[in-house]
């Protein structure tokens, strides 16, 4: 079966400084990922999705992801933390259902602090 | 153009009650899924529909049914409430690209409370 773990529950950085989310996936064939962030009492907003072609993946509002097959790992990452940024971020793994379908499978859920 | 809308916005109901949700998807988009998410947990997935059939389940009871209409429009229903019901339900319109890629977008949500 497919699964995703992140790795921290919770991380809080300071505006204007550095963020990095991670996230482990365990998948028997090439997965496709993706990250989710959510914003309190909202639903949930698609940031960036990898499906085996650049390695490298850039998404909206700054964020960038890294598939490394190597370390069976697709942490988020953004150079400069925004009061904006602060959310709670999914890392999803999409698993085949049968008859043709897909479900999303989520992790846990990073809440992301920043501080001013 | 007007993303995932869901209705209601909030409800509350009571323990053995019914209730049912409603979802429309991207215009173009076929194919509707639906998932619970539980306060401090990611969401989960309960059913996924495509041309008004059903396509893939989660591990959730009887309870909990669904459809979707020529429009590709869904409805949730959870008959029997149980508090453990209370969660804010999640549709997503599903998208397919030209290589065969689904992506998944979310609606707001549906915030349901069991007393």
């Known amino acids: 079966a497919q699964s995703v773990t992140q790795l921290d529950s919770h991380v809080s950085v300071s505006e204007g400084t550095p963020v990095l989310l991670r996230c482990n996936y365990s998948s028997s064939y090439s997965p496709s990922l993706f990250w989710y962030v959510q914003h309190p009492n909202k639903g949930l907003q698609l940031l960036l999705k990898y499906t085996s072609a650049a390695t490298l993946v850039k998404g909206i509002n700054g964020f960038e992801a890294e598939f490394k097959k190597s370390e069976t790992s697709f942490h988020l990452t953004k150079p400069s933390a925004h009061m904006s940024d602060a959310a709670e971020y999914f890392c999803?793994?999409?698993?085949?259902?049968?008859?043709?379908?897909?479900?999303?499978?989520f992790g846990k859920g990073t809440k992301l602090s920043v501080i001013p | 153009d007007a993303g995932v809308t869901q209705s209601p916005t909030h409800l509350i109901k009571t323990r053995g009650q019914q209730v049912t949700l409603r979802c429309s998807p991207i215009s173009g988009h076929k194919s509707v899924s639906w998932y619970q998410q539980v306060l401090g947990q990611g969401p989960q997935f309960i059913f996924q529909y495509y041309e008004k059939e059903e396509r893939g389940r989660g591990n959730f009871p009887d309870r909990f049914s669904a459809r979707q209409f020529p429009n590709y429009s869904s409805e949730l229903n959870v008959n029997a409430l149980l508090l453990g019901d209370s969660a804010l339900y999640l549709c997503?319109?599903?998208?397919?690209?030209?290589?065969?890629?689904?992506?998944?977008?979310f609606g707001p949500g549906t915030r349901l409370l069991v007393l």
């Open positions: 999803v793994v999409r698993t085949y259902s049968g008859a043709g379908s897909y479900q999303l499978t």
């Open positions: 997503a319109s599903n998208s397919r690209d030209r290589e065969g890629q689904e992506t998944q977008y």
